[in-house]
């Protein structure tokens, strides 16, 4: 890679490590210092989808704005990544969920954090594996789609009001997936928010742990089913409909 390459690859991570770490720090911080009472479901949700939102705004035009290993997945098997990228912002977004977590933990101390288990990721109470794994790879592969739809298409005249649009659609279906999941299993959509929040969890978290690949491998499976219905049945359906596009990189635009 040419030095130029190498510093935008190392912004762009930069950029997905701060934006993933500040994610978790605000919406674990929200969802814990808040009792169920307070802070209801729709709350909850507005938290997440709200975050994104604004991080989307101010992050999304240097790294794309994955924020989620579940996304960066759907980008690269729609071809809008390379292996370096794709590992790097694997890496960084696990390593930023973390951080971003312990900071939240830090700030609402520790009688809270383990008091109020609602920023950890769990099945709820009359609701199987099954139906949780199920849940999250539909409500994961709406948002990869969203992603890929918007933020993701080409940088054109004819794509520029979609990707204006793109920082709300992804907001919104970060809202209403929470609004869909919460009572399910917490909603995690996202494999670094659950393994963030676990892992600064440590001393309440052994429950989620025994669960914990429901909230990785069902995400990765409904991004990975959304980046290939974006690479191979979209296209297909606008040829079909006499549309003259191919299919587009996706958010993140470079390719390292």
């Known amino acids: 890679m040419a030095p130029s390459s190498n510093r935008i690859l190392f912004k762009a991570t930069a950029a997905e490590f701060l934006g993933t770490a500040l994610f978790l720090f605000t919406t674990i911080s929200a969802v814990t210092s808040y009792g169920a009472g307070v802070l209801a479901p729709i709350g909850v949700a507005a938290v997440f989808g709200l975050t994104i939102f604004v991080l989307e705004i101010g992050l999304g035009e240097t790294c794309g704005g994955h924020f989620n290993p579940a996304v ?3 980008v690269f098997i729609n071809g809008g990544m390379g ?3 794709f590992i790097a912002y694997w890496l960084a977004q696990v390593l930023g969920a973390i951080t971003g977590a312990c900071f939240a933990r830090l700030c609402v101390g520790d009688p809270v954090y383990e008091a109020n288990g609602r920023a950890i990721n769990i099945v709820g109470t009359g609701h199987s594996t099954g139906r949780a794994f199920l849940a999250e790879v539909i409500a994961t592969g709406f948002l990869v789609l969203v992603v890929l739809q918007t933020a993701g298409t080409k940088r ?11 920082p709300l659609a992804i907001g ?5 997936d929470h609004l869909a999941l919460v009572s399910i299993d917490g909603c995690s959509i996202n494999p670094a928010r659950s393994l963030g929040a676990a892992t600064a969890g440590w001393s309440k978290t052994h429950a989620s742990w025994n669960q914990m690949w429901i909230f990785v491998i069902a995400p990765l499976v409904g991004g990975a089913v959304a980046g290939l219905f974006k690479r191979v049945v979209i296209p297909w359906g606008d040829k079909a409909a006499g549309v003259d596009e191919e299919a587009a990189p996706a958010s993140g635009d470079s390719k390292v």
């Open 156 to 166: 054109n005249k004819k794509n520029r009001q979609a990707r204006a649009w793109a």
């Open 172 to 176: 919104l279906v970060v809202l209403v």
């Open 72 to 74: 960066s997945l759907g």
């Open 83 to 85: 292996y370096l990228q």
